[in-house]
């Protein structure tokens, strides 16, 4: 008989990992739980935790939190507008809190070269809150009109001189109705005589225009600054290079941004939107054209010689064209070999006029000529192959080859692609310091737009970085905390943008209910255990799920097992008889086992051993 001491331990590894398994599937599934219910009591409560105040010097205050029923959502903070204020010196500062236009001066002027319909600078402006504001009382400059000229301009409280100080220039836009085409760029207007603000237009002369400007789907970011020639005086446009990063976003979300120049006395720049960095670069390499000219240019006087061969390769003067080359074969013949489909109606024609056709009317054949009625397909071609007069296809004939043309062959007299000689630029000139540009003393906005509502807000020109940083997070970030805390939680916003692009729907689905039928998958599946009443009633060890269902065995069992556990007691021969059956095959072993419970009692030599232990 085989031992059973080990059933035991076993059952207990087995309980042990089924624990371990559905521990771990409860516990992925409780995280999973927390994490949902996390991210939805932050959405739902829109950033409460947030200390608002702190970051924007008490411009934020917050609901008391009464407490709600369970049914309803907890409140949203509240965002209370307080004006931004300057932490240091600056050129200029603007946030339109007056609510009127004082300090800024209307353009009278016309522009040149224009229809007088439209030349006049006659577009509106007022200062007004945005029209769906999440912060009531914060107002700014508001561009009203479409299909107008608007210029409007300020002076600074003292001129910006390019000397050994950064320069910073920052506002926000915000494209209320989007924007079709048109700027929202600020000029700095240079410092001259013949400066008049009453009479602001295009050609008024500036230092650096700043600012997005959109038309048709070419989105750009302006900086461009006006270089002055040291020779000849006179002033050229440079143009910063293009941002890598995509702008559409910034014109098309009706948000307001934050749009900062930064430019600094070693002649690197860098333009940020919403306090990222999105170009940079160095007015020596990376504006167009260069601030400074090449010193070498080609010689206009130069001329290339009548003799220069500039062929890479000429045809082969020894070639010979074979005597066999057919240059007059045709490069299509008929197939010889094509047969006439049976059916084909040869004296039908493929258009007949329209039988049903009728002449208008209003037909005059002195005016119109013959009526003829519109020809239409032959009704009769539809069931046969075809009609007309049967002609045999063409095709591509095996014996052409086309004008014959000798090959080509290196050219030995190449002398390779003839450029002018080099000379001295005589307009050359190297300026190292193009940071240094003309000073200027007013802040203007010249623009033609085809889209009205253009939000303007905060201006700042100053020298302290700190301080922009400041100005920005009591204005543009204090807008940024009122949207965020009226916009919807994440779950919205995701069902919002499905419903705008429905191809986001695979995407969650792939990141929200794969994961989830993957732990059910992993906690419910496992290797099924066979029923206890599956084996059969033998001493044979079993795994250890049925072990436990043992107990319930008939007293008939208990007894057999009793009399076994007595009988390996008993003797050694014994002992080692039990170890041989347990090496001998499952056939034979379940044949004695099945032996030994019909009999229900030990055998004759058992019962021998047992008499001989008794005597003893």
């Known amino acids: 008989m085989v031992k059973k001491p080990a059933v035991l331990p076993l059952i207990s590894k087995g309980f042990q990992t089924m624990e371990l398994k559905w521990l771990l599937c409860v516990t992925l599934l409780i995280l999973g739980l927390v994490d949902v219910h996390t991210h939805d009591g932050e959405d739902d409560h829109g950033g409460d935790v947030i200390d608002i105040e702190d970051d924007l010097e008490d411009g934020v205050e917050e609901v008391e939190e009464s407490k709600p029923e369970a049914s309803s959502p907890p409140p949203s903070p509240k965002v209370t507008y307080k004006p931004a204020v300057p932490t240091g010196e600056v050129y200029f500062v603007e946030n339109f809190d007056k609510g009127t236009l004082e300090g800024w001066v209307l353009s009278k002027a016309k522009k040149d070269d224009t229809d007088d319909e439209i030349a006049k600078y006659d577009g509106k402006w007022e200062v007004l809150e945005m029209k769906d504001t999440k912060l009531p009382g914060d107002k700014g400059l508001v561009l009203m009109s479409r299909a107008k000229h608007h210029a409007i301009s300020a002076k600074l409280t003292k001129p910006f001189i390019f000397d050994t100080k ?32 009453d009479q602001f237009h295009d050609k008024t002369a500036y230092t650096i225009m700043f600012g997005p400007d959109k038309c048709g789907e070419d989105y750009k970011l302006h900086f461009i600054f006006r270089h002055k020639n040291p020779q000849t005086g006179k002033y050229e446009e440079k143009h910063a290079k293009r941002p890598d990063a995509d702008l559409k976003t910034y014109f098309t979300d009706k948000k307001t941004h934050l749009y900062t120049l930064v430019l600094n006395p070693d002649n690197s720049f860098e333009i940020l939107v919403d306090q990222t960095v999105v170009n940079s670069g160095n007015l020596l390499n990376d504006v167009t054209p260069a601030v400074n000219p090449p010193r070498e240019i080609e010689d206009p006087d130069d001329q290339k010689p009548e003799d220069w061969d500039e062929r ?109 000689r080099k000379i001295p630029n ?89 994961p989830v039928f993957l732990v059910v998958l992993f906690c419910c599946s496992g290797k099924k255990q066979p029923n206890a009443a599956e084996y059969k009633k033998t001493d044979a060890p079993q795994p250890d799920v049925n072990e436990e269902k043992e107990e319930g065995k008939d007293k008939a069992d208990e007894e057999e097992e009793e009399e076994e556990e007595e009988v390996e007691s008993n003797e050694d021969k014994l002992e080692e008889k039990q170890k041989s059956d347990a090496d001998v095959g499952s056939a034979s072993q379940e044949e004695e086992e099945d032996e030994e419970e019909e009999d229900g009692k030990p055998t004759s030599e058992e019962e021998e051993s047992m008499n001989r232990l008794k005597k003893s």
């Open 166 to 197: 950064p320069l910073i220039v920052q506002y926000e836009v915000n494209f209320q109705n989007g924007i079709e085409c048109g700027g929202a760029y600020v000029k700095l207007l240079s410092k001259t005589t013949e400066l008049n603000l």
């Open 312 to 420: 890479p390769k000429i045809p082969d003067p020894d070639a010979v064209k074979p005597e066999d080359w057919d240059e007059d074969a045709p490069a299509k013949i008929p197939d010889d070999d094509a047969v006439k489909p049976e059916g084909w109606l040869d004296d039908e024609p493929e258009y007949v006029a329209d039988p049903d056709a009728e002449k208008p009317e209003d037909w005059d054949e002195d005016m119109d000529g013959e009526w003829e009625a519109p020809q239409i397909a032959n009704p009769k071609c539809e069931s046969a192959p075809g009609c007309g007069t049967w002609q045999r296809p063409m095709i591509d004939n095996p014996n052409y080859k086309g004008k014959w043309k000798p090959p080509m062959i290196d050219n030995p007299n190449y002398q390779g692609i003839w450029k002018p």
């Open 426 to 514: 005589p307009d050359f000139f190297e300026d190292l310091e193009p940071f240094r540009m003309t000073p200027f003393t007013a802040v203007g906005l010249e623009l033609w737009s085809m889209t009205s509502d253009i939000f303007f807000d905060n201006f700042i020109i100053c020298s302290d970085q700190v301080v922009a940083e400041d100005w920005a997070n009591d204005g543009w970030g204090l807008k940024k905390a009122a949207d965020g805390a009226a916009e919807p939680g994440v779950v919205g916003q995701m069902m919002a943008a499905a419903e705008e692009r429905p191809w986001l729907w695979v995407v969650y689905i792939l990141t929200v209910a794969l």
